[in-house]
């Protein structure tokens, strides 16, 4: 377990080209994959304050990463989804991880990329259950 999260937090330094807080990419990425949502949509599903995440969606929105539209049944909220330039942010982070996990997988002999690809199936079948 330790060494999955030694990986994970690599992961996330790699593919921050940006420099964006842990938060704003997570947001970032529950955007992408849920599409257009509330503040305290988005707070819910970080389990994080609504004030918490408030604060966020104005640093995202100030970088041009997000924008904020008017809810379409509630007046009192706004929706927000990213720009062009978030999606391209995203896509971005996604492809510098993806190129520094290729090479590291690239440097291991062929019996480690071998036990790698054994533990990802087993790590795979846990995450599915």
Do not use: C
């Not at 704003?24 to 994080?48: F, V, W």
């Not at 929105?61 to 989804?81: I, N, S, W």
């Amino acid at each position: 377990m330790h060494s999955t999260g030694l990986l994970l937090r690599r992961l996330r330094f790699e593919g921050n080209p940006a420099e964006l807080s842990w938060s704003q990419s997570a947001t970032l990425g529950r955007l992408a994959r849920g599409g257009p949502a509330t503040t305290a949509d988005l707070a819910r599903a970080e389990g994080i304050k609504p004030q918490s995440m408030g604060a966020t969606m104005a640093a995202l929105e100030r970088e041009g990463l997000v924008a904020r539209a008017p809810h379409p049944t509630d007046g009192r909220q706004a929706l927000y989804d990213l720009t062009p330039l978030g999606l391209e942010t995203r896509a971005r982070q996604r492809l510098v991880k993806r190129t520094w996990l290729a090479a590291a997988m690239a440097g291991l002999d062929p019996a480690e990329q071998a036990s790698l690809a054994v533990a990802l199936k087993t790590i795979r079948k846990l995450a599915e259950a």
